[in-house]
């Protein structure tokens, strides 16, 4: 389905907010809060331009300026980074406010978050919720599962708040400030970070800090130290005694025997000659199994 929306740009000398709303409601313009002002859906037998022709017609003489924006109703949803389009339809200032929190708490709750509490304040103390949504998603970072799901703003929002980080931390007001990203963007963003193990937050006095998590050091693999046997006798056993009962692979046999390789593979062959050793394939390896 195709939706067409208008944004509009009022002005004192042009019609009031009423008439202008009255003007597209006869058009089927059905008013919003958002992003956008007014919403249309184009019909199926419908063209784009004949809408198009139809909103400036429905306009001229209202001494406004609009703009508008074509969307399919899967893009409408994902729109400027995800903000809710809400539909109004003669709602109070604090029932347009409600909704937008509603579309707010439904979004947390598609993340996995409990919202059971702050719905039940939002029906009955607005006050509260204000108060208690605004430290929501920060007082719950450490426990975020929302890694999943991420789309390609997200990336690069997560990528520029991880530029920000360092092992000495940085304050949320601070990384707002330097990238540009809304409070709510730069927050899920550091739920993330954390949740990947990438950041981590901690508390210095009043302050709050988020700091970058360093990569783990490379493992340093400690050289086996090969102790050479001094006679065929003695490499034969040892090879011997490091076979496993399920078999055990020339690297296993170096490992354990600690025999530099040329003596365990001409200890293997001669064992093998002797009818004391015999080589098996298992799960695409090669296994030596004593018989």
Do not use: C
Request: charged fraction near 35%; glycine fraction near 6%; hydrophobic fraction near 40%.
């Amino acid at each position: 389905m195709i939706k067409t929306y208008i944004r509009l740009e009022l002005g004192s000398e042009g019609e009031s907010p009423k008439q202008i709303i009255e003007r597209m409601r006869k058009i089927g313009g059905v008013p919003v809060v958002g992003d956008f002002d007014f919403e249309l859906t184009l019909g199926e037998d419908e063209r784009l331009f004949d809408r198009l022709e139809e909103i400036h017609k429905a306009l001229k003489g209202a001494n406004v300026r609009y703009t508008i924006t074509t969307l399919t109703d899967v893009e409408a949803k994902t729109a400027e980074r995800g903000k809710p389009i809400i539909h109004y339809v003669d709602q109070k200032p604090i029932e347009l406010k409600k909704a937008l929190y509603k579309a707010k708490l439904e979004r947390w709750k598609d993340m996995g978050l409990d919202v059971a509490e702050l719905e039940m304040l939002l029906e009955t103390d607005l006050d509260t919720f204000k108060v208690a949504s605004k430290d929501f998603l920060r007082t719950r970072l450490d426990h975020m599962s929302i890694v999943k799901d991420r789309k390609s703003e997200d990336n690069v929002v997560d990528g520029q708040v991880l530029a920000l980080l360092d092992e000495s931390g940085i304050t949320l007001a601070d990384i707002i400030s330097a990238i540009g990203f809304s409070e709510e963007q730069v927050t899920l963003s550091l739920g993330r970070l954390i949740s990947s193990g990438s950041a981590t937050r901690i508390q210095k006095g009043q302050i709050e800090l988020y700091n970058l998590v360093p990569p783990p050091a490379p493992i340093v693999r400690k050289t086996i130290a090969l102790v050479p046997a001094h006679d065929d006798s003695e490499a034969k056993k040892r090879i011997l005694g490091s076979i496993e009962a399920e078999g055990s692979t020339v690297k296993d046999i170096i490992r354990t025997a600690r025999l530099p390789r040329e003596q365990v593979e001409e200890g293997l062959r001669k064992l093998e000659a002797a009818g004391k050793v015999r080589k098996i394939e298992k799960a695409k390896n090669e296994l030596f199994i004593k018989t």
